[in-house]
């Protein structure tokens, strides 16, 4: 499709990598309240490695969602970024995708994994949320109502704290996107120790009203940086990632010289370390 022919609620024209079919297989077709607006949450990060927290978000998110609004889940996805966004201690798409996969089908009745992002070039999140709004409202038709009445999913993102906070920071996103992200789709934004919220949401007060803050009421600061730092020093990270991904982990021999000579990632364990 060329630029021009880009549908006026879209940011851009998709590319697609190679045999790619979007996963759909735990999504929810049918409507169980038709009382309620069904939506899909769509996590997008480095997910490396993928840990317990990141799950845990899902279902942080799933009881707030029961217990304080109309909306009902028919679908959870984890979205992980494309090699070229280059964080320090990023592994190859291919492992990051591999232990989503493990960690979503052997711990979880209802999250997916969306290749899409992963294994192409580096893609905006608002394309990514557009991404997924294309597939499960145009190309599968949203869902139904036990009725049969056809509604369309909203699509929202799912994140942590840290990642509102850089929405406020000058020249990370732009203002285009956020009024997309948080205009047009919403959020809901887990509560993360050392990140607070209502700081983090002061600059986005204009699309509030689609902001939902879900505190975290069993704290929980497992992060991919302190799990990395630990296989590197030949500790344990068993019980902080799903068994199946830590197995995979250690078959594959990753993470033990990930990214030691960069400075960022010595910055970011030595802020992990004094955590500790
Ligand atoms: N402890 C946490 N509490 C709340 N949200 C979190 C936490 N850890 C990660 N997240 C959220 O999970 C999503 C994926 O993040 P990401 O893969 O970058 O994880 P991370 O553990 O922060 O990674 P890294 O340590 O490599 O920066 C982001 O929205 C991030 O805000
Ligand atoms: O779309 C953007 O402009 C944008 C700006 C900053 C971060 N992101 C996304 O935020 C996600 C998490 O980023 P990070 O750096 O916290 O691992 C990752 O999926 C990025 O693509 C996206």
Redesign the pocket.
């Known amino acids: 499709m060329m630029p021009s022919e880009v549908p006026p609620h879209r940011m851009s024209a998709f590319t697609y990598p190679p045999d790619y079919s979007f996963p759909h297989h735990r999504l929810h077709p049918i409507l169980r309240d038709p009382t309620k607006q069904p939506i899909v949450l769509v996590a ?3 997910f490396s490695p993928i840990t317990y927290l990141h799950l845990r978000m899902f279902e942080m998110a799933k009881d707030y969602i029961r217990q304080h609004t109309d909306f009902e889940i028919v679908g959870g996805y984890l ?4 090699d070229q ?1 280059k ?1 320090p201690g990023l592994l190859n798409a291919n492992h990051r995708a591999t232990m989503c996969t493990l960690a979503a089908e052997q711990t979880s009745s209802w999250l997916m994994v969306d290749p899409w ?1 992963a294994f192409q070039n ?7 949320l557009d991404h997924f709004d294309f597939e499960i409202n145009t190309i599968l038709g949203g869902v139904q109502t036990q009725e049969g009445e056809k509604r369309d999913v909203r699509v929202m993102l799912l ?2 704290s ?2 509102i906070s ?2 406020s920071e000058p020249g ?3 203002h285009q ?1 956020l009024e997309h ?1 948080l205009g047009r789709y919403g959020t809901f934004i887990i509560e993360r120790a050392g990140s607070a919220m209502d700081q983090a949401i002061e600059n986005l007060a204009r699309w509030r009203h689609n902001i939902y803050l879900v505190p975290q009421l069993i704290q929980n600061d497992v992060s991919s940086t302190k799990v990395r730092l630990f296989l590197r020093r030949g500790l344990s990270v068993r019980y902080l990632l799903p068994a199946a991904v830590v197995d995979y982990i250690e078959e594959n021999n990753l993470y033990l010289d990930d990214g030691a000579g960069s400075e960022k990632e010595k910055g970011k364990e030595k802020e992990a370390a004094m955590v500790r």
């Open positions: 997008c990060g480095s979205s992980p970024v494309s966004y964080k992002e580096y893609q905006r999140t608002a394309v990514v994140a942590g840290d990642l850089t929405m990370v996103w732009s996107d992200i």
